[in-house]
């Protein structure tokens, strides 16, 4: 069918229909019988990225070269990270050092440590541990990140689905919520949301900040994972938001994260929180029992690599060049299978690693499904909602960063042909 | 005063004490205005033994070089680590690679994590979360490690003592407290236990494995931290826990626990803990929740480095020849200074890193204060005991590997003028 004829297949009238389906049905039949294996289902960076910098393998290579002044970053102690490490970070983040802790390899597993000494021992304005309250909730703006909502599921907290705008979370739903005590925090990736891709808007942020909550410890995840992760064109600066809690008269409400993970090595990064100097005290006091000291060692060989955030953009473009292209290949293959059979709307967004892709109502399982039978696996339909349940059950997430860019122009064309499949068979049967 | 007229200080007369203690009372002010600063308070390796492992730095050059078989070392993926490191693991502590999670730089964050979330979500045989039940009780052999009894104490859990036999942990109390389903566990180092040194003897263990406590989930901490750190003499071989607790009946009632972080780099190490399989399975559903993966490139630097068990106790005989110095600079002046004036008893181990001192009663915490005002840092008196009372004020904890030995002995000397001089205080006021 050449690109002239194209309809949206809602013109098609019911023996169009039946043709197309079986035409595609047959297309279909044929990409099952390549026995493909391909994965666009989590946001790994690819091999090439990961050659890219090999660098930081050798950066330590004697005595010498572990220390940061005084301190042996080879040896035990300094709970809070090197203070290098910490200066990096702000940097990067525009905080102060003694405002950051510096961590392991694993931004998420401090969230899951945060959130579980929440439940545990309570945070510097819990009036008790959080488990000892019942019915607690926390909002989840979605679609958003599944890892993050298993944390605070997993803990016994209610997900309580807040809507995404362009701008951000629905700032409206958001200040309704908070009015019960009982909501003890939210979610927030800032820039470039996972997996939409947008970026709070000044005045979202503003609103954030400026919550009134009734929970006294009501707690804002702002996990800041793309912070520089531009993939499309320059730079986009964005607010330090300990900064703006300060003035909004919040100082102790934020925790932020970020990583490593995709600017050097994904499983050997390293990542911290930053939070107010008073929760970072409070923190220190538990965390002191938990762990001698993150791998100061890996902090120094991150900080000798990647120096500072000028250079640390430097690097993102060489990131942008090879994630650019990928992006371009989903975004090509959607406006000329898509959306001319007005099949679905997704983001274009310019950073971070996803495009969110909705389909029509009802048939984002099904897609799934169908592009998992032809060895093309996805993240899982319904995953970015709470409890993996997308109410109108048309949201999937592209990821897109893992496959060689051929590979990936395959994946999509398959991905192009099950969502077309799917919306045939509910029009022909 | 000359060796041959050193007298014990209970045969002293009144008119002698009150020479002697003038005369260490000067001393002690002599040393006092040298102004020193000497630490003996924590295991940590010295100097010398982290740059005798640089080679380590340097393992892991070229992307090539980051495999282990298929997986990419740099990538997310593979939470209970690479393959090859829960084999390396498995030879060192004789149990299967299935029974092997490795992690990142910290077996205490592994330990925290394991107590954490037996109070947060219960272990595999938990009626019910722990913070759920009132009154909970941990067992605590001491004198034993501080930071094993502050993780049960951060959660609530009451610390109950037993006493530290030269055989490990006095079984007949052990048994007898487990009949109280409220006791959920018990720390142990079972070689070369941290602060005296012993080794469990055989008997000891298999009683240990054969308990049969009322609580359905008591919870062996089995940290065998020092399980070849040997620096006296030849490798001790030391049993599989996990096949005796098999065989024993109780599969699923320990958790051992080991790091390299007296092997290569303490802060920048690697880690794990090894269970029965139900275990793990459980616990990795738990996991997966807080982490993506440890620091597998970390990992693999490490299996490199070390290669297995042979290559590893190799590398300890070359850390005994750093470490036995300095244990006999410690023996020596105390078997000179210390033992023909009565003033107390230790223990003489093979392995570990810590001599346990006991004094005359009453005298700990003044010699540590006496220590401090001169200068040297010894671990906090009473530290070895719950809450960090010991009911005697008797036993300090002596760490010798960190200082270069002149700077040890100097401080050695300066502990047993402290020690002197608190028994002399006692008598003469």
């Known amino acids: 069918m050449s690109e002239l004829m194209i309809k949206p297949y809602s013109e098609l009238s019911g023996e169009e229909a039946k043709a197309e389906y079986e035409a595609v049905e047959k297309k279909y039949q044929e990409i099952k019988a390549k026995g493909l294996k391909l994965d666009m289902s989590r946001g790994k960076p690819s091999k090439q990225q990961l050659d890219m910098v090999s660098d930081i393998l050798t950066v330590l290579q004697k005595p010498e070269d572990c ?21 990096y970070w702000a940097d990067v983040l525009g905080c102060k050092p003694e405002e950051v802790f510096a961590g392991g390899n694993s931004s998420l597993s401090l969230m899951y440590d945060i959130i579980s000494k929440a439940c545990t021992h309570g945070l510097l304005h819990s009036e008790k541990p959080w488990l000892k309250e019942e019915g607690l909730k926390f909002l989840c703006p979605s679609p958003g990140y599944d890892r993050h909502f298993a944390i605070t599921q997993t803990f016994g907290l209610e997900l309580v689905t ?42 979202t942020i503003k609103r954030i900040a400026s919550l009134k909550p009734a929970a006294p410890d009501f707690t804002v995840m702002w996990d800041n994972a793309y912070s520089i992760h531009e993939f499309d064109g320059d730079y986009i600066p964005f607010p330090d938001i300990l ?22 090595l994904p499983g050997a990064g390293i990542s911290c929180f930053a939070c107010s100097v008073d929760n970072m005290n409070y923190l220190k006091s538990l965390i002191t029992v938990q762990s001698i000291s993150y791998d100061k060692t890996n902090q120094l060989r991150h900080v000798k690599y ?28 959607l ?38 039978e032809a060895g093309v696996v996805m993240t899982t339909a319904g995953a970015t909602f709470p409890y993996g349940k997308d109410p109108r059950d048309r949201t999937l997430r592209i990821a897109h960063s893992l496959p060689p860019v051929e590979e990936l122009k395959e994946a999509i064309q398959v991905f192009c042909v099950c969502l077309r499949l799917a919306a045939l068979e509910k029009m022909v049967k």
Chains 1, 2 share one sequence.
């Open 162 to 203: 807040i809507d995404m705008t362009e701008n951000g979370p629905d700032m409206d739903q958001v200040e309704e919520a908070v009015k019960d005590p009982k909501v003890k925090g939210i979610w927030c990736v800032p820039k470039y949301s996972n997996p939409t891709g947008i970026i709070y808007s000044e005045e």
């Open 306 to 333: 990647l120096k500072d955030k000028e250079n640390s953009l430097a690097l993102m473009k060489k990131h942008a060049a090879i994630m650019s292209p990928k992006f371009h290949a989903v975004l090509d293959a």
């Open 335 to 372: 406006d000329s299978e898509i959306k001319p059979r007005g099949l679905g709307s997704w983001t274009v967004p310019k950073g971070g690693y996803f495009i969110s892709f909705d389909c029509p109502d009802g048939l984002a399982k099904r897609t799934w499904n169908l592009c998992k």
């Open 243 to 264: 900064g703006i809690a300060r003035e909004c008269g919040n100082p102790d409400m934020f925790y932020e994260f970020a990583s490593t993970s995709k600017m050097t």
């Open 67 to 87: 220390y940061d002044g005084k301190i042996d970053a080879r040896n035990y102690g300094n709970l809070d990270g090197l203070p290098c490490c910490r200066a």
